[in-house]
């Protein structure tokens, strides 16, 4: 009896311990705000200081990559973008590689959803602050607690890239890919976080007419890109006969299907640069091209820098609208974009409520995609402003546009103007990778909540 009470007591003591951990507080090196959303954004920013200090250990490089470079690299991986101003297989070592694929696994799950879920694994509670900041991290409907989105996105997310590493590990080894095991690896996470980032100095252009490896990443982001709330909904659809599918959910696959087959229509007609393939190459090649804009992952099989500027354009429409909520993936998202036009069609129809397909939307989430859409709008324009500023006058603007708006919707595709771009270009970037990833309404409720202490009492103020 005495061993038990003493395990007990120990077992008290850890999740004791444990509640008053601050996994948060850590990587933001100390910063801490009772606003949620100052904190998210504290913690983004202890990853890029941690992250850029790692890469610039001597053991991480193979070459003398610039304080701005390695900070570019950290901020993509982190915010699972995949834009690189150096060559990632050729100038960092498998160690470099490895701090890398870190940053983006965490920037994926994001950092409060894996402690999270270690906390109430181990102690079965979540602590007060965990749930906010979880709160301002994803959108996710009022009908999910924040209990089981922790658990459904931890589990969701290492079942399937562990099936990705199985899907690939045999197929790479077979066809004598270069380190087939660490590929398997790094490009099944990379791909379900919708990072973009490759080991290899050409993307995937070595595997541009393979189907099977096109098909397994192409699954692996659209999967990481509509999220849990549609897989979850499937799943229940699935084992439960009688469950209806949520409407959230047919909206996420109505428009990342729309978008998907407008993107390869065009790019299989209109594309002058893949007509040299035959019809299923080409087929392959413009599914490929379209879905990894639409899901924001950034692969590319082809070189995009030599698209005719009708298609670049196109692309850069997808990587704005980007995936769905609670996703890996980045963009405007699917949803906002549908409470938009819902909005706009009940107003020119005169009507009192929105509602799309018969679907009352809450007047508060209307607000949210209204709101959304003008700040990313007016943040994407800024970029491209800048950008324009800090280059020569006879720089391409739809290849400044298209950078930014891969760098906002934290895409990763690549015209082939990163190398040759200012240090300024290069922080104003870095910034709108940064502002992608933690999101434009986050980052502007950090900007403008007001934080009154009264006595013990915390009252938060937006300031319109």
């Known amino acids: 009896m005495k061993i038990k009470r003493s395990i007990l007591a120990i077992q008290q003591y850890v999740k004791h311990i444990l509640l008053r951990f601050s996994l948060g507080r850590i990587i933001s090196l100390g910063v801490r705000s009772h606003i949620p959303q100052r904190q998210l954004i504290a913690v983004y920013v202890g990853y890029a200081v941690i992250g850029t200090l790692l890469l610039m ?17 950290v ?9 690189a101003t150096v060559d990632v297989s050729t100038d960092y070592t498998f160690t470099g590689q490895a701090v890398i694929l870190w940053l983006i696994q965490m920037g994926g799950l994001g950092y409060m959803t894996l402690s999270s879920f270690v906390m109430l694994h181990l102690t079965g509670h979540a602590v007060r602050r965990d749930k906010k900041l979880l709160n301002a991290q994803f959108t996710h409907p009022d009908t999910i607690d924040s209990r089981s989105m922790v658990r459904s996105v931890v589990k969701y997310t290492f079942i399937l890239e562990a099936v990705g590493f199985l899907l690939l590990y045999p197929y790479f080894l077979w066809m004598g890919a270069e380190k087939p095991l660490w590929s398997a690896v790094f490009h099944s996470i990379s791909a379900f976080c919708t ?27 659209v999967a ?37 087959l407008w993107g390869m229509l065009h790019l299989f007609f209109f594309e002058d640069s893949f007509r040299g393939f035959d019809t299923a190459d080409r087929l392959l090649v413009s599914m490929f091209q379209s879905v990894s804009a639409m899901t ?26 980007g995936a769905s909520p609670s996703g890996t993936g980045g963009g405007l998202k699917s949803t906002t974009v549908s409470a938009i036009f819902a909005y706009t069609k009940n107003k020119l129809g005169l009507h009192r409520n929105v509602a799309l397909c018969g679907n009352i939307i809450p007047q508060y989430r209307v607000e949210t995609a209204i709101t959304s859409s003008f700040v990313y709008t007016t943040v994407l324009c800024v970029g491209i402003y800048l950008i324009a500023l800090f280059e020569p006058d006879d720089a391409d603007m739809l290849k400044i546009t298209f950078e930014s708006a891969s760098a906002l919707a934290t895409a990763g595709l690549s015209s082939g103007i990163l190398p040759s771009i200012t240090i300024a270009s290069k922080v104003v970037l870095i910034l709108l990778m940064f502002i992608g990833r933690v999101g434009v309404i986050t980052f502007g409720n950090a900007i403008l909540i007001r934080e009154k202490v009264s006595g013990e009492r915390v009252e938060n103020d937006v300031a319109v």
């Open 57 to 73: 250990l001597p053991f991480s490089t193979r070459a003398d990559i610039p304080l701005v470079d390695n900070l570019f690299t």
């Open 195 to 221: 990072a973009g980032f490759s080991i290899y100095s050409d993307n995937l252009m070595q595997f541009q007419t393979d189907w099977y490896v096109n098909i397994v990443i192409m699954a692996l982001s």
């Open 296 to 321: 924001t992952v950034g692969y590319n099989t082809v070189d995009v820098g030599v698209m005719v500027p009708i298609s670049l354009l196109v692309l850069s429409f997808l990587m704005y609208i």
């Open 75 to 83: 901020v993509s991986a982190v915010s699972t973008t995949g834009l």
């Open 224 to 260: 990481g890109a509509m999220g849990f709330i549609m897989m979850t909904d499937l799943m229940r659809k699935i084992t439960r006969r009688r469950y209806k599918i949520s409407f959230t959910t047919k909206i996420i696959i109505t428009i990342t299907g729309l978008q998907s």
